[in-house]
C-alpha cells in the first residue's frame, strides 16, 4: 500500500472504524458533558478515527496538531527496503534508527516534547477545557508517555505500542500526581547503559 498510496493519506479499514466506534462510546461515557479539548494528528485516519468517536461537537474544541504525526519512514516506500530497514531498526534500536528518508524516534521525541510544551502553555488559560483527548499513533503515543514520565530509552524500547483504537489515560492522583491507568504491554526487561532516577 505504502509503495503507491503516502501514510499520511490512508483511511481507516472497516475494522479501524469500528474499533474507533468502540473507544468513541467509551471516551463519551468518561467524559459526560465536560467540555474536551482535542489534538488530533494531520492524517486522514486519524481524522477519521475522531469522526468515529462521535463526540459532541458542543464540547469539544479540535486543533489539528502536525507534531502528533506518526513517525516519518520517507516518501514512498519499497517493500523489500522498509523490510530491510527495519531489520537495522530493530538491530540498532528504535528510539535512535533512524529511516533513511525519515524519522528517527528521537527526532518525533523532540516534536512530541515541542508539543508538550505548548499544551501546558495552554493550560494557563483560565477557560481551557477540563479534559485533554490526544488522537495520534501508537510510537507518538508512547513517545508522549515517556516525556510526561521521563523515562529513559531502555524503558521506551522495552515497551510495545498499543492497538489500533488502544487508549491510554493519565490520570490525576490525590498526590498531585498522574499516572497511565494501565501500562503499556512489555516485550522484554529494560537494558539500561547505567544508573538513572
Given at each position: 500500500?505504502?509503495?503507491?498510496?503516502?501514510?499520511?493519506?490512508?483511511?481507516?479499514?472497516?475494522?479501524?472504524?469500528?474499533?474507533?466506534?468502540?473507544?468513541g462510546?467509551?471516551?463519551?461515557?468518561?467524559?459526560?458533558?465536560?467540555?474536551?479539548?482535542?489534538?488530533?494528528?494531520?492524517?486522514?485516519?486519524?481524522h477519521?478515527?475522531?469522526?468515529?468517536?462521535?463526540?459532541?461537537?458542543?464540547?469539544?474544541?479540535?486543533?489539528?496538531?502536525?507534531?502528533?504525526?506518526?513517525?516519518?519512514?520517507?516518501?514512498?516506500?519499497?517493500?523489500?527496503?522498509?523490510?530491510?530497514?527495519k531489520?537495522?531498526?530493530?538491530?540498532?534500536?528504535?528510539?535512535?534508527?533512524?529511516?533513511?528518508?525519515?524519522?528517527?524516534?528521537?527526532?518525533?521525541?523532540?516534536r512530541?516534547?515541542?508539543?508538550?510544551?505548548?499544551?501546558?502553555?495552554?493550560?494557563?488559560?483560565?477557560?481551557?477545557?477540563?479534559?485533554v483527548?490526544?488522537?495520534?499513533?501508537?510510537?507518538?503515543?508512547?513517545?508522549?508517555c515517556?516525556?510526561?514520565?521521563?523515562?529513559?530509552?531502555?524503558?521506551?524500547?522495552s515497551?510495545?505500542?498499543p492497538?489500533?483504537?488502544?487508549?491510554?489515560?493519565?490520570?490525576?492522583?490525590?498526590?498531585?500526581?498522574?499516572?497511565?491507568?494501565?501500562?503499556?504491554?512489555?516485550?522484554?526487561?529494560?537494558?539500561?547503559?547505567?544508573?538513572?532516577?
Amino acid at each position: 500500500m505504502y509503495e503507491r498510496e503516502p501514510d499520511h493519506a490512508l483511511g481507516l479499514t472497516e475494522r479501524g472504524r469500528r474499533q474507533a466506534e468502540a473507544t468513541g462510546e467509551r471516551l463519551r461515557a468518561l467524559f459526560g458533558g465536560e467540555r474536551v479539548s482535542v489534538y488530533v494528528s494531520p492524517y486522514r485516519r486519524t481524522h477519521e478515527t475522531l469522526r468515529a468517536f462521535h463526540l459532541d461537537t458542543g464540547l469539544i474544541r479540535v486543533r489539528e496538531e502536525p507534531r502528533l504525526r506518526e513517525q516519518d519512514w520517507g516518501n514512498w516506500q519499497d517493500r523489500d527496503d522498509v523490510r530491510l530497514q527495519k531489520s537495522y531498526r530493530d538491530a540498532y534500536g528504535h528510539f535512535f534508527y533512524r529511516f533513511a528518508q525519515g524519522e528517527s524516534g528521537a527526532d518525533v521525541y523532540d516534536r512530541v516534547g515541542g508539543f508538550l510544551e505548548s499544551l501546558f502553555r495552554s493550560f494557563e488559560d483560565p477557560d481551557h477545557p477540563p479534559n485533554v483527548l490526544i488522537v495520534t499513533h501508537g510510537l507518538a503515543m508512547r513517545l508522549f508517555c515517556m516525556r510526561w514520565f521521563h523515562w529513559t530509552v531502555a524503558e521506551f524500547e522495552s515497551l510495545s505500542n498499543p492497538g489500533n483504537g488502544e487508549v491510554r489515560m493519565l490520570v490525576l492522583g490525590d498526590d498531585g500526581k498522574y499516572t497511565l491507568d494501565r501500562p503499556f504491554d512489555r516485550w522484554r526487561d529494560p537494558e539500561p547503559y547505567g544508573i538513572s532516577g
